[in-house]
């Protein structure tokens, strides 16, 4: 069993930054693949970024390249999601998830999911 709890959402204007964290507790040993995946009103959950825990390669989804940045602290089994020149549209709820396979991409390859975190960015 694997707990995650993600931290770090908030309201910020257009233009501000916010950095999420994802805390991963108990048998979270074998897990490979981590990411951050966020939802908005009226849409689908989807793909925002992601990384192999120990390799340390990162994806990202094409509409937060240079703007996000994915990383981790082993020690701290934390994985954090920097948001810079947040967007209106970036308005969702946001998830990190872990998986024991390789399908950064798809939500459905993922074994376990945090609560989600709101974040909210105003005009």
């Known amino acids: 069993q694997v707990q995650l709890v993600e931290s770090g959402g908030g309201l910020v204007q257009a233009g501000g930054s916010l950095r999420l964290s994802c805390t991963a507790s108990?048998?979270?040993?074998?897990?490979?693949?981590v990411g951050w995946f966020r939802q908005a009103p009226g849409k689908e959950r989807e793909f925002v970024a992601g990384?192999?825990?120990?390799?340390?390669?990162?994806y990202y989804a094409d509409f937060v390249k240079g703007r996000f940045t994915i990383s981790r602290d082993n020690a701290k089994n934390t994985l954090y999601l920097q948001m810079n020149s947040l967007k209106p549209e970036d308005t969702a709820v946001y998830y990190c998830?872990?998986?024991?396979?390789?399908?950064?991409?798809?939500?459905?390859?993922?074994?376990?999911w945090g609560q989600g975190t709101q974040v909210t960015v105003s005009a």
């Open positions: 108990g048998r979270s040993f074998s897990l490979y693949s």
């Open positions: 990384t192999r825990w120990t390799a340390g390669s990162t």
């Open positions: 998830a872990a998986q024991r396979g390789l399908s950064l991409y798809s939500g459905n390859a993922y074994d376990y």
